[in-house]
């Protein structure tokens, strides 16, 4: 019994001592996290703006493999207002990763869902996004979404216009 005992707490001891193989550590209810779901809410209010305040001037923005600067992206995700109405995050999740290695990423996932405005047809589908952190700046972000409903209407909105 005391040979079965010892055994149990060398084994104890000893898987204590290993080291830990983690990445680093995930938060969902930090600063970062925070600044995120202010700018997704921002997007869903119908103008991304603020996001000045937080990217830097020369980060770089990806929707799916398309690549915008500031602007170009801020301006994109502002004219969804005007095609979509009813825009939400549907089951959101926002949490951010503090790697070992220093870096900072934030993920955001949710349902994207909306109604165009023109046609009425209602979309629904599952999105992905990172949000790349330098000190308290965003130094890129990427999204990834099946983007067919948002550039068939934008054609919609845009042949509506002339």
């Known amino acids: 019994m005391k040979k079965l005992l010892l055994s149990i707490i060398s084994i104890a001891f000893i898987s ?87 870096s900072i990423q934030t993920y955001h996932d949710f349902n994207w869902s909306a109604t165009s405005i023109i046609t009425g047809k209602e979309y629904n589908y599952p999105c992905h996004c990172r949000w790349v952190w330098e000190d308290d700046k965003i130094i890129s972000t990427t999204c990834y979404v099946d983007p067919a409903a948002i550039f068939e209407e934008a054609t919609i909105f845009a042949e509506s216009q002339k």
Do not use: W
Request: proline share 2%; charged share 25%.
């Open 16 to 102: 204590c001592q290993q080291p830990q193989n983690n990445l680093g550590v995930f938060k969902n209810n930090d600063s970062k996290s925070e600044v995120v779901v202010k700018l997704a809410d921002s997007y869903l209010a119908g103008n991304f703006d603020m996001a000045r305040e937080y990217f830097t001037p020369e980060s770089k923005h990806l929707f799916n493999n398309l690549e915008f600067d500031v602007d170009g992206i801020i301006d994109g995700y502002n004219s969804h207002s005007l095609i979509f109405k009813d825009i939400k995050h549907n089951d959101r999740k926002v949490y951010t990763g503090y790697y070992n290695d220093g």
